[in-house]
Nanobody, 123 residues
């Protein structure tokens, strides 16, 4: 069992930056592919980015490529999402997720989820 706790959300102006963090419980953090998803108001939850178990491979949605950067620290059971050049359309609740297995954009096959952290970008 893994518990995920996100932090770092908030209100920021367009063009600004935020850094989200997700801390995982348990001793097997390095066994999990980690991902970030988001749900904007009135929309389905969507894939944002994922990082492989070792951290050597990353996968980005086209909408955030070049602006967002994911990283992980397996020694600290933590994954970060650095978000730069934020846009109003990035406004959403951001969720950290973990899965046993390789990278996927499909939220349905992620095993564990955090409660989410709100990101609001004002234009």
């Amino acid at each position: 069992q893994v518990q995920l706790v996100e932090s770092g959300g908030g209100l920021v102006q367009a063009g600004g930056s935020l850094r989200l963090s997700c801390v995982a419980s348990g001793r097997t953090f390095s066994s999990y592919t980690m991902g970030w998803f988001r749900r904007a108001p009135g929309q389905e939850r969507e894939f944002v980015v994922a990082v492989s178990r070792s951290g050597s491979m990353t996968y980005y949605a086209d909408s955030v490529k070049g602006r967002f950067t994911i990283s992980r620290d397996n020694a600290k059971n933590t994954v970060h999402l650095q978000m730069n050049s934020l846009k109003a359309e990035d406004t959403a609740v951001y969720y950290c997720a973990a899965r046993v297995g390789v990278y996927s954009r499909d939220e349905h096959i992620y095993n564990y989820w955090g409660q989410g952290t709100q990101v609001t970008v004002s234009s």
